[in-house]
């Protein structure tokens, strides 16, 4: 009894979740705009929230994707993906990727970690210093 209780603590978050009040079957909505119009309501409604509505949806959209794991179907994924970006667009946040860590190393002037050679092959500071 208390294994199947500890497998479905997310499922219960997201039912008795205080921070936001969802609307009953929003994320199996037929279109993204309509998932992300529902969280946007939810979370401007909402009086409990501890950050920005905009983050409250996202984080819940998040959550839900992250729960499903791999048992989601593509399908499912490529509409929850369109509704974070309709969640952008009704937000007016810019949808533009993050950019890739080397991305940002090319930009910044912080010095790039670097490898140490060892015995003809590449390890890394942490590994070198166990040795």
């Given amino acids: 009894m208390a294994t199947a209780r500890k497998k479905r603590w997310s499922q219960r978050v997201t039912e008795t979740s205080d921070a936001l009040t969802l609307e ?3 994320f199996t909505r037929g279109s993204a705009r309509s998932i992300a ?3 946007k309501r939810s979370a401007e ?11 409250s ?3 819940m959209l998040t959550f839900y994707e992250n729960r499903a794991g791999k048992t989601l179907p593509a399908s499912s ?10 969640l952008r667009k009704l937000y007016g946040k810019s949808s533009a990727k993050k950019s890739s860590t ?5 930009s910044s ?3 790039r970690r670097t490898t140490t050679r060892r015995a003809g092959r590449k390890t890394t500071r942490a590994k070198a210093k166990k040795k």
């Fill in 109 to 111: 002037k912080a010095p």
């Fill in 37 to 39: 119009a529902s969280l």
């Fill in 57 to 59: 949806a996202m984080s």
């Fill in 102 to 106: 080397s991305a940002r190393r090319k």
């Fill in 24 to 26: 009953k079957g929003v």
């Fill in 77 to 86: 994924k490529r509409k929850l993906d369109a509704a974070k970006d309709e």
């Fill in 45 to 55: 409604r909402s009086h409990k929230r501890r950050s920005s509505p905009y983050r």
